[in-house]
């Protein structure tokens, strides 16, 4: 995994972090005197700018990794519908991590087939990312393609073995009782 994987692959943890605050709407936290306000959701198309302290289009918010970061937060969140053009708008087409999650937040639009692509393209670039594996398998089984899904059960033993969490995951979806 390359070394802007890795990062990619740390900001996705942030992320999630961020996405249970967009998923909740803008509220305060802290304790005592000292309060901090997350970041409010934005409209479609629009991410939070830091600096600014406002939202913008996500066009005008240049950096590929505050872009990835609010994209994907919004895309686990469920939030697919503004995740997308956001994730859309990195300029960094050939980076694994943003291919494998604009892939899964197609997928979860319900464009499986171009969630599969995108994951078929990021694997191109990484083999062995084991999220794009996982959410790969997870897109046969959305498919009904069972005996892929399989496929990339057993790629991921190979790869971290049966206590991986992405191995869990995903034998998870296949056996009926995770989400994917």
Same mark, same amino acid.
């Given at each position: 995994?390359?070394?802007?994987?890795?990062?990619?692959?740390?900001?996705?943890?942030?992320?999630?972090?961020?996405?249970?605050?967009?998923?909740?709407?803008?509220?305060?936290?802290?304790? #005592?005197d000292a309060t901090t306000t997350?970041?409010?959701?934005?409209?479609?198309?629009?991410?939070?700018?830091?600096?600014?302290?406002?939202?913008?289009?996500?066009?005008?918010?240049? =950096?590929?990794?505050?872009?990835?970061?609010?994209?994907?937060?919004?895309?686990?969140?469920?939030?697919?519908?503004?995740?997308?053009?956001?994730?859309?708008?990195?300029?960094?087409?050939?980076?694994?991590?943003?291919?494998?999650?604009?892939?899964?937040?197609?997928?979860?639009?319900?464009?499986?087939?171009?969630?599969?692509?995108?994951?078929?393209?990021?694997?191109?670039?990484?083999?062995?990312?084991?999220?794009?594996i996982e959410y790969l398998g997870? #897109?046969?089984?959305?498919?009904?393609?069972?005996?892929?899904?399989?496929?990339?059960?057993?790629?991921?033993?190979?790869?971290?073995?049966?206590?991986?969490?992405?191995?869990?995951?995903?034998? =998870?979806?296949?056996?009926?009782? #995770?989400?994917?």
């Amino acid at each position: 995994m390359s070394l802007q994987a890795m990062l990619r692959a740390a900001a996705a943890g942030t992320a999630m972090v961020f996405a249970l605050a967009v998923a909740g709407g803008a509220h305060a936290i802290g304790s #005592g005197d000292a309060t901090t306000t997350e970041a409010p959701e934005c409209k479609t198309g629009q991410v939070w700018d830091e600096d600014k302290e406002e939202c913008v289009d996500a066009e005008a918010l240049l =950096d590929d990794d505050a872009l990835y970061e609010q994209g994907s937060a919004l895309a686990l969140a469920g939030k697919v519908d503004k995740a997308l053009p956001i994730l859309n708008a990195i300029a960094d087409r050939d980076d694994a991590m943003v291919l494998t999650m604009t892939g899964f937040a197609l997928r979860k639009s319900g464009e499986v087939d171009a969630g599969i692509a995108l994951y078929h393209q990021a694997l191109a670039l990484e083999p062995d990312n084991l999220n794009t594996i996982e959410y790969l398998g997870e #897109g046969y089984v959305a498919a009904g393609k069972l005996s892929l899904a399989m496929t990339q059960l057993q790629r991921l033993k190979g790869l971290c073995g049966t206590d991986c969490e992405h191995y869990r995951k995903l034998a =998870d979806v296949i056996g009926g009782s #995770g989400a994917w």
